[in-house]
């Protein structure tokens, strides 16, 4: 089968290449799946270019561990293994699994979920990771209740936009943070209230929100602060654009500070399953992918 690998951490023009390699094989409890569309997200280039560091615990010290990049992945299962029970040869599949862009990949039952009827392969291949990230951030990091006022910095990107969305399905009142050329697609996604950071700092327009989640981090920690509520909660998910010490200052201080503020501070891990990806399956006809 055709296959992008790359054999070295470094810039993807430079490491990446696309050669012919065997097929996986699936095992027991493995699903085999022909991939139609592969969804990529900042996360991907972070695990190209093996930076910031950390992300190296996951992917392989010195060079990547898995050969073939990516993780999000829509197609059709064309094998299963004998203890499977919840997929057949045929199905239209969605998920989260190591090595998707590729012709083929295996992926554990829990990796996977039945692809929304009403979404496209490419549509659906766009959701898991960051709609994921967005729907444990919310749900289960700030708890989000309807009334709460809530604002998404970042929120024309591949979470954001999912968050934008999930927040509002809760009930929400919801501001977006996105730049000029993106405004109008931020309220398309039923934003109540858009800030365009060209023109405006939230950090400095003296309203409070009662979450605020933050994927981009370009702010100091004492401004996002400044703008949340005294008893609010930040979400941070990103942190990329620091590196070396700074970056570990950046990634720790919130944590470290949490606990002596009535503000919570929190960072939070994402870990993609079944069950969350059928929340996403059941809500997909409200939700709107946008593919980049």
């Known amino acids: 089968m055709k296959a992008i690998i790359q054999d070295e951490y470094g810039a993807p023009d430079e490491v990446l290449e696309l050669r012919e390699i065997d097929a996986p094989v699936v095992n027991d409890d493995q699903v085999l799946v022909r991939v139609h569309a592969a969804g990529l997200h900042a996360g991907d280039c972070f695990t190209v270019r093996g930076a910031p560091f950390p992300v190296r615990m996951v992917t392989g010290l010195l060079k990547p561990k898995y050969g073939v990049p990516g993780y999000d992945v829509a197609g059709r299962v064309e ?28 992926a554990t039952e829990d990796e996977l979920a ?36 809530v604002l998404i910095n970042g929120a ?54 009662d979450l605020i989640f933050d994927n981009v981090e370009n702010r100091a920690l004492t401004d996002c602060r400044r703008a949340l509520a005294p008893d609010g909660t930040l979400i941070l998910n990103s942190g990329s654009g620091a590196q070396g010490f700074r970056f570990l200052v950046r990634l720790l201080k919130p944590l470290v500070l949490s606990p002596f503020l009535r503000q919570n501070l929190r960072r939070y891990i994402s870990v993609p399953n079944h069950a969350d990806l059928v929340v996403l399956k059941e809500v997909s006809g409200t939700l709107i992918p946008r593919i980049f």
């Open 79 to 106: 094998e299963v293994g004998c203890n499977v029970k919840r997929f057949q040869p045929g199905d239209e599949v969605f998920g989260a699994c190591t090595g998707t862009c590729a012709e083929y990949v295996c």
């Open 114 to 149: 039945h692809k929304p009827a009403k979404l496209t392969l490419e549509e659906a291949a766009v959701i898991p990771t960051s709609a994921l990230a967005a729907l444990h951030a919310l749900r289960d990091v700030g708890k989000v209740w309807s009334g709460q006022k």
């Open 156 to 209: 024309s990107g591949g979470v954001g936009t999912f968050a934008v969305q999930i927040a509002r399905s809760f009930g929400a009142e919801v501001t977006g943070v996105c730049s000029t050329r993106n405004v109008d697609s931020v309220y398309s996604i039923g934003a109540d209230h858009v800030i365009d950071y060209t023109r405006d700092d939230f950090t400095q327009a003296g309203q409070h929100y």
